[in-house]
């Protein structure tokens, strides 16, 4: 065949369904992803699990940090407070609060997408459902603090605001096995004696976040530009009245994560 007639053969071919030949860059990229992933996941996973949730292409894995990126801890050995992290890597950080909404469809989606997730919990909220959070970290989520009984802590006395913390911190250490080393103050208020206490119950850092989506599923920015950036700490609302799940939500933002060539990072490799 003619190089001519090879070139109207790919163009026939491309435009015809079903040609063998016409398979779509991002549908082998997410081939390849699924084969990657694919050892680790349970039978039954989908072949391109991103199509599912509604993703044009799959989520690109983090770049490994490096030291320089790191958040640098504060002075005076009190942990530092952290609402984004400084690094030029494309990534941002899905965080979760207080863990009332038990979704299986979100683990399903954590486990699909390998998303690492960190979520902050409060034990009078979570707690009952602590199984369902089992689940979640088996499948690649982080379980963080977020007190034992959601107080705003300014201004409340050392050894108050060491319980919260120290209480969930024992809490979340026998049930999961592990004691964290993140906290997130209720309502991202706190005081020094929060960090006092916090890096006395083992703490490492305090997170805030600078991008919180709401539970109507829009986007809202504490400070600086109105749009993802890199090292952006991001922060689902608990959910209220809106009518979309954890689930929705979390796909509304990976769509907007993706828009703006960014990835989801794992926060504990940069805190
Ligand atoms: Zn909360």
Redesign the pocket.
Known sequence: MSLRGLAAAALACALLTGCAQSVDPIERLGEKAAQRVRPHGPTGTPRRPYRRWGLTAPLPPAPKPSRATRARTAGKGLPPVVSRIRTHDKVVFLTY??GAEKDPRFVDLVRELRLPVSMFL?DSVAGPGYGHFARLRSVGASIQN?TLD?PALRGLSYARQRAEICGQQDRLGSRFGSRPRLFRP?YGTYDTTTRRAAADCGIAALVLWRVSMTAGGELTYRRGAHRLRPGDIVALD?DEDSGLTLKERTVRLLRRVQEAGLTVGRLEDYV
């Open positions: 609060d207080d409060t977020h959601h209720p608990p």
